[in-house]
């Protein structure tokens, strides 16, 4: 048993043999080392190295002559800063938390200068501005203010008075929070009589009567014995018979003012009697909040308010600064093709403005009317997107008018031509200066659009369309190649120009040979051993070399030979091969197998206006030992 256990574990640690293998790269170079000797003991040897730089020859050649207009515009990119001014007011916005509420304007009242309430059925009563408050900074649940109470009766619970002197404490308990008023006491008290007195009718059963009262209404007897006071008033203690209190008479202080004003809590009161023999008083304390009560609800209430102002604060500044990120990625993320052509596009409006100004609406009145009445999307631009052609046949064709000047003034003019000079900020209105110069973009030809105070713009009209935009631009008249009458201002330069620019012959040499002759190392050449006839399809002709050679382009060829000539012009279609080429048709025959006929692609032909050379650096990099300086160009 003991051998067969060891046999299965050393067949078991075999199988779960496991070989692992890791190999790590950070980096790898090859280099390529040479040991150099000096041979002379006494001179130096000197290591060169050089930058290899590229030469490049450039010649500056001007085609034909155009009319062209030369003009400055205004803000070229007035357009494109809306989103920017968008940006700075929302920039504006990220500020440190201010709550501007003193607590003194936390109060129940209600103010004059406080917004009135929406017309409602019943009218809504006008609110207290605490809560014109809450609503202004989105508070709910504030506490309410004290409520006032109504006032406090005690009655006074005496039992019954001896023939003598003896008193009576009553408890006043005040809610918490509020203070005394006033108190006022209210009732009847009748006293012990000595033998023959029966009461307060002012009669004795002796037939005597005392005709006087006193005016606290205590009606006095002969012979009466009562007296009664309330400790710290200015009741007197003098003697009745009768004595009656009417509702609402205020207590007030021996020492002057209101008895227990300001009280708070439990204060009791003591009532003094001497011979009284019944009673039916109640002293009723009228109450209010105290200052501390109303203090503690106004800090409670501007607690709440500086609570729900200060999350307000936090939600908007993280929903603008969101949208100051959403701003800046939508404006730093778009592509420089995309770039340029909005800043062509924002070039193009301001010319359109500058010329034509109010007279060229970019879209017409009545063919906005036209989609509004086809009832079309026409605020998200999305009229045509399904095969249903909304405005009818009538209605299309405002529609196509307005295309047909669309087409026009974007084939008139060279607009793939333009030629724009940006100027500086301070060409601008200056108040907008500092924004203009704050306007930052990571595109750096984008931050210099945006920063232009003005744009020299040159616009090229293009060949055969001078007298059409001339009577476009004067006399507001589309496509017409007419000869406008009365000649027009600037329609005399137009003729001018179109015929110094036709008396130029392509293929021709003009008259200034030195200046604009066809440069040969500018052509393409090579040589075709093709036979070939007569074509009037595509005919492909084997070349040395295709390169150079451009699909589109004219080719000559063959040449004159003796008395026969079979040379000819031709298009170009494909290349076909490093050797092949492709051309449209061919008019004649060609025999290159004895001797290869020549293909010629002429140089473009034009006025050389400047040549110069031009020198690159490269990454490249030569070594030599110990040139010779003198010899370095």
């Known amino acids: 048993a003991t051998t067969l256990t060891q046999k299965a574990s050393a067949r078991a640690k075999q199988e779960h043999k496991v070989t692992i293998s890791t190999t790590t790269v950070t980096g790898s170079s090859q280099t390529s080392t040479r040991k150099l000797r000096n041979p002379s003991d006494v001179d130096p040897m000197r290591i060169d190295y050089f930058s290899l730089m590229r030469k490049w020859r450039v010649r500056l ?56 309430p929406p017309k409602t059925d019943p009218p809504t009563e006008k609110q207290s501005h605490y809560l014109v408050l809450a609503d202004r900074y989105g508070a709910q649940g504030l506490p309410r203010p004290p409520a006032p109470l109504p006032p406090q009766p005690y009655a006074v619970d005496s039992g019954a008075l001896p023939n003598g002197r003896a008193s009576t404490r009553v408890t006043m308990k005040i809610p918490d929070g509020y203070e005394i008023v006033r108190v006022t006491i209210a009732g009847r008290m009748t006293s012990f009589s000595d033998t023959g007195f029966t009461g307060n009718d002012g009669e004795r059963n002796d037939g005597e009567r005392n005709d006087g009262a006193d005016s606290d209404g205590t009606v006095a007897l002969a012979g009466a014995l009562g007296q009664f006071t309330i400790v ?125 100004g109010d007279r060229f609406p970019t879209m017409p009145k009545d063919v906005v009317d036209t989609f509004r009445e086809a009832k079309v999307d026409i605020t998200h631009g999305t009229s045509f ?40 900020y301070f060409w601008d209105i200056p108040e907008s200066w500092a924004f203009i110069r704050d306007i930052q973009h990571p595109d750096a030809n984008r931050q210099a659009f945006l920063r232009a105070g003005s744009a020299r713009v040159v616009l090229t009209v293009r060949k055969g369309w001078e007298t059409r935009w001339v009577n476009f631009v004067e006399r507001g008249i589309v496509d017409d190649p007419a000869e406008p009458s009365p000649p027009a201002l600037y329609w005399t330069i137009a003729q001018e120009i179109a015929a110094y620019d036709d008396r130029n012959y392509p293929g021709i040499p003009p ?88 293909v010629l692609q002429p140089a473009e032909k034009g006025e050389l206006m400047a040549e110069w050379n031009e020198y690159t650096p490269t990454s490249g990099t030569d070594i030599a030992v110990t040139s010779n300086l003198s010899t370095i160009n």
């Open 61 to 116: 050649y001007r085609y034909g002559l155009r009319e062209t207009y030369d003009i400055v515009v205004p803000e070229p990119a007035a357009a494109l800063r809306r989103a920017y001014v968008e940006l700075e007011r929302l920039r504006a916005q990220l500020k440190p938390f201010a709550f501007d509420v003193p607590h003194n304007d936390v109060t129940d009242a209600i103010r004059k200068e406080d917004p009135d």
């Open 385 to 424: 997107d399904s095969d249903a052609l909304k405005p009818d046949s009538t209605a299309w064709s405002t529609v196509r008018r307005y295309e047909n000047l669309v087409r026009f003034v974007n084939q008139a003019i060279e607009w793939e031509n333009v030629v724009s000079f940006l100027y500086s």
């Open 232 to 356: 710290g008033t200015d009741i007197p203690f003098t003697s009745f018979g009768e004595k009656v209190f009417d509702p609402g008479t205020v207590l007030h202080k021996d020492t002057g003012g209101d008895f227990l004003a300001g009280a708070t809590g439990s204060p009791v009161v003591v009532l003094v009697w001497d011979r009284v023999s019944t009673q039916t008083l109640v002293l009723t304390a009228e109450v209010r909040p105290t200052k501390a009560a109303y203090e503690q609800w106004r800090d409670e209430v501007w607690n709440g308010l500086f609570t729900a102002a200060q999350t307000r604060y936090y939600d908007q500044q993280q929903d603008i600064a969101g949208r100051i990120a959403a701003l800046e990625e939508r404006l730093g993320s778009v592509d420089t093709l995309t770039l340029r052509r909005e800043e062509n596009d924002e070039v193009m409006r301001a010319v359109l403005r500058y010329l034509l």
């Open 511 to 598: 008259a200034n040979p030195g200046r604009t002759a066809v440069r040969i190392q500018d052509a393409v050449i090579s040589k075709s051993s093709s036979v070939v006839g007569p074509s009037q399809t595509p005919v492909a002709l084997r070349v040395e070399s295709s390169e150079g050679f451009v699909a589109g382009a004219q080719v000559v060829v063959d040449s004159a030979r003796e008395l026969s000539n079979s040379q000819e012009l031709t298009t170009v279609t494909r290349i076909l091969s490093a050797t092949q080429i492709e051309v449209a048709r061919l008019a004649k025959a060609h025999n290159g197998a004895t001797t290869p006929f020549p």
